[in-house]
């Protein structure tokens, strides 16, 4: 079986350390083993390594979300990708939980509805342990005044670089 991304969130008890969730280890807080729904900051997890992603956007677009399927697949998770871009054709992924959320015009537009979609998932979770995945600061300050845990892009792409079949 995969891994499971593990953050300290609210439910945590108060015993545990008050390090804040934004950036740390995935496992090193509050663990779980419940699936998660993963809201991710797909141009921040892109853009955390300088591998010439610029160079042909859709190409590193398409890349992460084929590795956000093995990623579920692998883990349980459900994950919903936001790219700040206009549509663009994805090859099929079969029996994976990756949605994929389109968000234009212009740079950082995915993190309004980020927001949005955490907000609603924070709502109707039942249950289902919600985290975003973003180096945004910005951002990162909105979805904890939520509630809701952050991982830094850096974090999830060295777990997804370090998992095998991932």
């Not at 249950?127 to 939520?146: M, N, P, W, Y």
Request: include cysteine.
């Amino acid at each position: 079986m995969g891994y499971q991304i593990e953050q300290r969130s609210p439910q945590c008890s108060s015993a545990q350390p008050k390090t804040p969730a934004f950036g740390v280890e995935p496992r090193m807080l509050c663990s779980t083993s419940r699936p998660m729904r993963l809201l991710v900051d797909g141009m921040n997890v892109i853009g955390s390594r300088p591998d010439g992603w610029w160079k042909d956007r859709p190409s590193a677009m398409r890349m992460l979300i084929e590795r956000l399927r093995s990623y579920a697949a692998a883990s349980g998770d459900s994950v919903v990708v936001f790219l700040d871009a206009r549509p663009f054709d994805l090859p099929e992924g079969e029996g994976t939980s990756v949605e994929v959320v389109f968000a234009f015009p212009g740079p950082d537009a995915a993190d309004d509805e980020i927001v949005k979609a955490a907000r609603a998932q924070r709502d109707r979770s039942g249950g289902v342990q919600i985290s975003v995945v973003t180096s945004d600061h910005g951002l990162a300050d909105r979805i904890e005044a939520l509630g809701i845990p952050v991982i830094s892009s850096a974090t999830f792409r060295r777990r997804l670089d370090q998992e095998p079949g991932l």
